[in-house]
């Protein structure tokens, strides 16, 4: 028989699988795709709808509990040790903590953050940091509303019932295998979850979300202009690093912030352009200002790899929706996290004149 034959049933079988493994890493369809900007520019998102239901499940608003009454005495007037929410009423704020207790350990309870033979113990770190993100949680909603506007945060934006949230960051080590020639990997070409696999680096927050590089590309013009304009490739690389998060953070594509008319003006892009400006510099400020200071507070194993604490980027918040929790703001429920609320602990009573001891009584 012509082994030719055989020959050529074996390339159109290798041809076959070929373009089954190819096709198996795109998405079938049906797609949908929602327009928003001029027709023929391209301004369009594109959705699958199988992904979307998951996307909506996990972004889901838990039911509010009652409210509770404000009257009463404060909760700083009758608990020990409170330096933050102590305005509250005893209603309000245990039912604060039962939310924050769902909200962040459904699992462990009031003890994941509290001494249960003494509540007003510090020594679990929990606890500090805790105290801390509440007051992280009030400045987001308070000195952020030009990213966050009046939908806000609260503790289950990032937690979603988990005591970490599923998306942090830690600082990747650039260098993972020495500062050799062949061990120095310059923090990219290792395929990551946080640039999509992209052969981009595989840490664009560290420089953009802790530090305040400039967030540019490269050159617009073909050459190199005397004056110097334009930017590095490897400036370049890292800012298609943070885009890529960024798009996959939010489920969106380019053109939800950008004109494809020219991607680098501000000029006829869309407002969102202006939220992801500030979104930005927001997550550095949280980081800085909130995270890094715990570092001492951190247990070791709770660290990453540098020994850094894990720090937020846009997929803490947003978890594959372009607003998080689809919008729904769990504020109007919880207008204790709405804004600063200063407590300054009473002073003690005065004693009583009749009964204080006279200037010159003795001693006990």
């Not at 070929?18 to 369009?44: A, D, F, K, N």
């Not at 245990?94 to 953050?113: D, H, Q, S």
């Not at 992801?276 to 927001?282: E, K, N, P, S, T």
Request: aromatic share 8%; with cysteine; charged share 15%.
């Amino acid at each position: 028989m012509n082994t030719s034959f055989f020959r050529q049933r074996h390339w159109l079988g290798v041809l076959a699988l070929g373009s089954l493994v190819l096709l198996s890493g795109c998405e079938r369809p049906p797609q949908e795709t929602v327009q928003h900007g001029y027709r023929g520019t391209g301004m369009v998102q594109v959705y699958n709808p199988r992904i979307q239901a998951d996307v909506i499940a996990v972004n889901q608003v838990p039911a509010p509990q009652p409210p509770a009454s404000p009257d009463g005495p404060k909760a700083g007037a009758i608990y020990q040790n409170v330096k933050v929410l102590g305005d509250l009423s005893v209603g309000e704020f245990t039912r604060l903590m039962i939310n924050m207790t769902a909200w962040v350990a459904p699992e462990k309870g009031c003890n994941y953050c509290h001494n249960g033979a003494n509540f007003a113990d510090d020594s679990l770190y929990t606890k500090v940091v805790a105290r801390r993100m509440v007051q992280m949680t009030q400045h987001i909603n308070t000195d952020w509303k030009t990213h966050v506007a009046a939908t806000g945060v609260t503790c289950y934006t990032c937690h979603r019932g988990n005591p970490v949230p599923k998306e942090v960051w830690f600082t990747a080590d650039s260098q993972p295998y020495g500062s050799n020639f062949m061990g120095n990997k310059t923090g990219q070409n290792t395929p990551a979850g946080s640039v999509k696999l992209a052969s981009l680096p595989y840490d664009p927050f560290t420089p953009y979300l802790l530090g305040s590089e400039p967030i540019r590309v490269n050159a617009t013009k073909a050459l190199p202009t005397s004056g110097g304009q334009g930017e590095s490739i490897q400036r370049t690389e890292k800012t298609y690093a943070l885009m890529t998060h960024m798009s996959a953070s939010l489920g969106v594509n380019c053109t939800f912030c950008h004109n494809t008319q020219n991607f680098g003006k501000w000029d006829g892009a869309p407002p969102q352009r202006v939220t992801a400006y500030h979104g930005i510099r927001m997550a550095r400020d949280v980081n800085l200002a909130y995270m890094e200071p715990l570092t001492d507070v951190f247990p070791s194993n709770r660290k990453g790899e540098l020994g850094d604490v894990a720090k937020v980027n846009c997929a803490t918040c947003h978890q594959g929706v372009n607003k998080p929790l689809l919008g729904v703001s769990m504020l109007k429920d919880h207008p204790e996290l709405a804004a600063y609320r200063p407590y300054t602990a009473p002073a003690p009573a005065a004693p009583d004149a009749a009964a204080a001891p006279a200037a010159d009584a003795p001693k006990q």
